[in-house]
């Protein structure tokens, strides 16, 4: 697997979720994303972005407090965690979450720093972090449907700039 990084500015909340839209698709709606940063970084609104790829026009809230949020789409299943307030990895076994990772399905985690050990290695992490006109993604492959998906959001990216 060669590394694969690419780099991405949102100027506001509606490029973010484009985004989210754009890597859901690429990721073919399935594969294990982590998404770093600091809290108002806008880790659940490029999870809302990727739910609203799959067809969901609910609200999408990070499930800071039930640790998982799962969505049954019809273009399949997403498992939303937010492990800011997990107190220990090993709570991921008690929630059931190992069948989740094995599910195919796309799993989205938020704080994965919190899971680390017990966590299954991500397909892509994304880092964000703020800039003075947005958000600033670093999207870095972590396996080959990474490379692939990453691979086919920056041409996705350079369509829609």
């Known amino acids: 697997m060669s590394k694969t990084t690419i780099i991405l500015e949102a100027g506001d909340e509606a490029a973010q979720v484009a985004i989210g839209r754009q890597l859901a698709e690429a990721l073919g709606y399935r594969g294990i994303v982590y998404l770093n940063g600091e809290l108002g970084a806008g880790k659940t609104t490029l999870a809302r972005g ?16 039930t640790l998982v949020e799962p969505y049954d789409l019809e273009s399949g299943r997403v498992y939303h965690f937010d492990l800011y307030r997990l107190a220990d990895p090993e709570e991921l076994e008690f929630l059931g979450a190992r069948e989740m990772f094995a599910d195919n399905a796309l799993a989205l985690v938020e704080w ?3 899971g ?6 991500a397909d892509v992490v994304i880092t964000l972090s703020l800039i ?3 958000r600033r993604l670093v999207l870095e492959a972590g396996s080959d449907h990474g490379v692939q998906a990453l691979q086919a959001l920056a041409v996705a990216s350079r369509a829609f700039s």
């Open 112 to 114: 994965p720093i919190r």
């Open 50 to 65: 990727v739910l609203r790829a799959l067809g969901h026009d609910g609200a999408v809230k990070s499930p800071t407090y």
């Open 132 to 134: 003075q006109q947005g």
């Open 116 to 121: 680390e050990g017990w966590l299954p290695a």
